[in-house]
């Protein structure tokens, strides 16, 4: 985060409007780059007790789809230590150089995870829209291939059992999806065409060896 521009990242930062459970809130810097969030002082001492273990996780497994951590810093506001923020720095996912047209949160679960209630939407009003697994099982099939899939579930194993070591529990699946032209102008046409029928809205996915994931319909 170092360097001529790295100041010019942070002079404006941007609220996205999210508190977890923990209390903390999220931002975006300027060139949606980086994501920062506010950790309470217990979080701060569990991350830098893994710091050692996630740096080697990272550099013996390149294709590891958790999340890179870049920094963690506390800013004092007076002498008092309880005017203090610690800011963990992380690499925004969905900041590609496609178009990421639908975001989803998945835990794997079925209980309250959905975020649409009526399939009659078009893709602008969902695009900013945090989507569940329910969603995405209404919207999508995946398809990977044998090949694809034995290599997308073997990363996602050596992350889970990393975390497991660590007793990470509450942890969930970012997936961005990029509907190629041809995709996003039959999906313009569905939603134009109000369909009741969520087959509409439902495309098949490849595993691209870049490490993305691509409609194919």
Same mark, same amino acid.
């Given at each position: ?70 920094? #963690? ?100 699946? #970012? ?43």
């Amino acid at each position: 985060m170092s360097g001529p521009g790295a100041a010019e990242e942070f002079s404006h930062i941007k609220n996205l409007n999210f508190s977890g459970k923990s209390g903390s809130f999220l931002f975006a810097s300027k060139n949606d780059k980086y994501i920062l969030k506010t950790v309470p002082r217990s979080e701060s001492k569990f991350l830098r007790r893994i710091l050692q273990s996630y740096h080697e996780h990272i550099s013996n497994n390149k294709n590891s789809v958790l999340i890179k951590l870049l920094g #963690l810093y506390r800013f004092i506001f007076s002498s008092s230590f309880n005017d203090e923020v610690k800011i963990l720095v992380m690499s925004n996912i969905f900041n590609t150089k496609n178009v990421i047209n639908e975001k989803y949160d998945l835990k794997g679960s079925s209980v309250g995870r959905k975020a649409l209630f009526s399939m009659q939407v078009d893709d602008k009003d969902i695009s900013d829209l945090m989507l569940k697994d329910i969603d995405f099982q209404n919207r999508f099939r995946i398809k990977l291939g044998r090949a694809g899939k034995n290599e997308f579930l073997e990363i996602l194993k050596k992350d889970c059992e990393w975390l497991e070591k660590w007793e990470i529990m509450d942890y969930s699946l #970012l997936f961005g999806v990029h509907f190629n032209e041809r995709k996003q102008s039959q999906y313009g046409s569905n939603n134009n065409n109000n369909s009741n029928n969520n087959n509409n809205n439902s495309g098949g996915l490849k595993w691209s060896r870049d490490g993305g994931i691509e409609s194919t319909e």
